[in-house]
Nanobody
Framework: QVQLVESGGGVVQAGGSLRLSCTAAGRSFSSNYMGWYRQAPGKQRELVADISSGGSTNYADDVKGRFSISRDNAKNTLYLQMNSLRPEDTAVYYC????????WGQGTQVTVSS
């Protein structure tokens, strides 16, 4: 059974930082695409950033230069460093494994106050 467990969410003031983590079990971490997605109330889930098994990264335009995705294959863990947070970054953040066979975490809430 695949398990993805996110952590690191919370409440932060605008301009602050948070680091999200996603620990995976039950499926090969190092050989899989990983991504961070978010869903704000009333909106569709959207890509924030992703990273291939080879380490290539991709970011949504509105987080470029502020967020950084990374992975530690030895720890089966995905990270998202979020700096210069804005109120519009408020959402539930989800970790995803796989491009075609998908597994999702339960999500972690990020709230940015103005």
């Amino acid at each position: 059974q695949v398990q993805l467990v996110e952590s690191g969410g919370g409440v932060v003031q605008a301009g602050g930082s948070l680091r999200l983590s996603c620990t995976a079990a039950g499926r090969s971490f190092s050989s899989n695409y990983m991504g961070w997605y978010r869903q704000a109330p009333g909106k569709q889930r959207e890509l924030v950033a992703d990273i291939s098994s080879g380490g290539s990264t991709n970011y949504a335009d509105d987080v470029k230069g502020r967020f950084s995705i990374s992975r530690d294959n030895a720890k089966n863990t995905l990270y998202l460093q979020m700096n210069s947070l804005r109120p519009e970054d408020t959402a539930v953040y989800y970790c995803r494994m796989g491009r075609f066979v998908l597994n999702w975490g339960q999500g972690t809430q990020v709230t940015v106050s103005s």
